[in-house]
């Protein structure tokens, strides 16, 4: 009798070791967005999060948290440096703060496939390692140029006189078109714009829908200039804590996300036209002009660059560059 009782317990305890093993076998990283949860970025990443979870169940899971509200968006890239957060999508404009580099991404001129075949990934993570405390794990918004969007026509590349909203994506460059440059978070435009506080503002060809900024703007300047990066990033200590099924996993989806990138090109084609059945008007200026302001546009923000962190834009520009 005793005999079987302790070898029930044994049973037991193997049993709840078994099943300890198999929890810690699985880790939850902890998601926020920097950009609104109605938004094209977030609505494109949530069927992605639900594969993971439903394929990742005793291995891996995301749990989102929310975009803005939960972290404000320039708060975000410090919250994936200092662990608040294991992993965010964000764009490197809204993180200057913590590394002046996240901004050279907008120069890319190359698929992000590409990027990963010319070393362009192991370059990045090397820098987003030493200085930002960050893995760079995949980049899932390309194809996707900005564009200056405003209330008063022009027929020049001249800004003189407007009161444009940018990030650090386009500081210089508007400036350099003699743009009153104001800095505010999305959420704050739609506001401005009613108020007059701007005449316009920068923004990629997709995404104004979604922030129904299209009702206060008249004007989209063409051609387009840089590429939107909107990518995922990982708090480092948090991505080196993952086992190697747990690495092996994670990169099997990020890959499989970044593979739908091809969205993107259908997508900017469907809200130009979009955007000109709103009542948006395209302002186009001669091939020549339309020429000397896209070279002006990556001469700018390079020469920014190389002045900012000569060694990294140096080898991020011959990696970048077609």
């Given at each position: ?187 704050e435009v739609y506001t401005a714009l009613e108020r007059g506080v701007v005449d316009g503002y920068g923004w990629p060809i997709g995404g104004i829908f979604d922030l129904n900024w299209h009702e206060k ?23 080196k804590k993952l086992t190697d099924a747990q690495r092996v996993y994670l990169q099997k989806q990020l890959l499989a996300l970044e593979a739908e990138n091809t969205f993107w090109v259908r997508y900017a ?53 077609k």
């Amino acid at each position: 009798m005793k005999t079987r009782v302790i070898k029930s317990a044994l049973l037991w305890v193997l049993a709840a070791s078994s099943a300890t093993t198999v929890l810690a076998q699985e880790v939850t990283l902890r998601l926020v967005s920097a950009f609104a949860e109605n938004g094209i970025y977030v609505q494109r990443l949530q069927p992605w999060i639900n594969k993971v979870n439903a394929e990742g169940k005793g291995v891996l899971q995301i749990n989102f948290i929310g975009g803005p509200k939960a972290i404000p968006t320039f708060e975000v890239g410090n919250a994936v440096k200092t662990g608040v957060v294991d992993m965010a999508l964000n764009t490197g404009a809204f993180y200057t703060n913590v590394m002046p580099e996240a901004d050279f991404l907008k120069l890319t001129q190359m698929t992000v496939a590409e990027q990963r075949k010319n070393g362009s990934f192991d370059a990045i993570n090397k820098v987003w390692n030493e200085k930002g405390n960050m893995q760079y794990l995949a980049r899932i918004v390309e194809n996707q140029p900005f564009h200056i969007y405003t209330n008063k026509k022009v027929d020049k590349p001249d800004l003189s006189g407007q009161k444009i909203r940018i990030t650090p994506v386009y500081r210089d460059f508007f400036q350099s078109l003699n743009a009153n440059v104001i800095t505010t978070p999305p959420g704050e435009v739609y506001t401005a714009l009613e108020r007059g506080v701007v005449d316009g503002y920068g923004w990629p060809i997709g995404g104004i829908f979604d922030l129904n900024w299209h009702e206060k703007t008249k004007f989209r300047i063409d051609p387009g200039f840089y590429d939107a990066e909107v990518s995922l990033v990982m708090n480092l200590p948090a991505f080196k804590k993952l086992t190697d099924a747990q690495r092996v996993y994670l990169q099997k989806q990020l890959l499989a996300l970044e593979a739908e990138n091809t969205f993107w090109v259908r997508y900017a084609a469907e809200e130009t036209a979009r955007q000109a059945k709103s009542g948006i008007q395209t302002i186009a200026f001669d091939a020549a002009t339309s020429k000397a302001f896209k070279d002006k546009a990556y001469d700018i923000a390079w020469t920014s660059a190389l002045k900012q962190s000569p060694e990294i834009a140096a080898k991020f520009k011959s990696l970048f560059s077609k």
